[in-house]
């Protein structure tokens, strides 16, 4: 995990209420994603970021919605929790956007909706 | 678009006994391959990938891979396992032209057994 800090490793929240997971890079890497794991998913991509304030989405962006005002900070926010959305979250970060690029992964974030 | 398939959810395997882990994929384009691995509680890391030339592909802790392209096949292979070898496998593809979305497969559980 060196050089990516997701916060915070665990949540538990209610239903209804936002939630705002946080990505910190220290590689100055361009391209950042998140994505959530599900069992018998494998991992999905959510959005991803091309840039500072440049971002896009993937294949299961509803719900979900992210920023990213410095090269090193990219924030993914759940407007308003619904237990489907109950997951591990993994940020990654690549160098380049060739599709030779390896994504580095965070340690994860644990996100229980009630 | 591509999709990857892991044949197996679930693997178990007693110790120093070889291990295939299998993964199929799709596409209309050419693509570069990718095994990661997740060991409990952690983020993913590369474990080994293909990118072009030598069809067999060492990756670190012993592991290889074969890219098959007439059965568009990448399996995952260790003549030995070990206890520490324990994890979750993914196999991933990216297409080498237009964009950088990697797809993951499903993953596949390893249990090695003393």
């Known amino acids: 995990d060196a050089g990516i800090t997701q916060s915070p490793r665990h949540k538990v929240t209610e239903t209804g209420t936002p939630v705002t997971l946080r990505c910190h890079q220290t590689?100055?890497?361009?391209?950042m994603y998140w994505y959530r794991q599900d069992p018998g998913h494998g991992l999905r991509l959510i959005h991803y970021?091309?840039?500072?304030?440049?971002?896009d989405k993937g294949e299961v962006s509803d719900g979900y919605s992210v920023s990213r005002s410095k090269t090193e900070d990219f924030l993914l926010t759940l407007e308003s929790a619904t237990s489907s959305q109950t997951s591990v979250y993994f940020c990654a970060i690549s160098e380049s956007s060739s599709g030779a690029n390896v994504l580095t992964f965070g340690a994860g974030s644990r996100l229980t909706v009630l | 678009a591509q999709s990857v398939t892991q044949l197996d959810s679930q693997v178990p395997v007693f110790e120093e006994a070889p291990v295939e882990l299998r993964c199929n994929y799709s596409s209309s384009v050419s693509v570069y391959l990718f095994w990661y691995v997740q060991y409990p509680n952690q983020g993913l890391q590369l474990l080994l990938k293909?990118?072009?030339?030598?069809?067999l592909v060492k990756g670190i802790n012993g592991f290889e891979a074969e890219f098959n392209k007439s059965q568009t096949s990448f399996h995952l292979r260790k003549p030995s396992v070990h206890i520490s070898d324990t994890a979750e496998y993914f196999c991933a593809v990216s297409a080498n032209t237009g964009g950088f979305k990697t797809i993951f497969g499903a993953g596949t559980r390893l249990f090695v057994k003393a």
């Open positions: 293909y990118l072009s030339g030598s069809t």
């Open positions: 970021s091309y840039g500072v304030k440049d971002t």
């Open positions: 590689e100055n890497h361009r391209y």
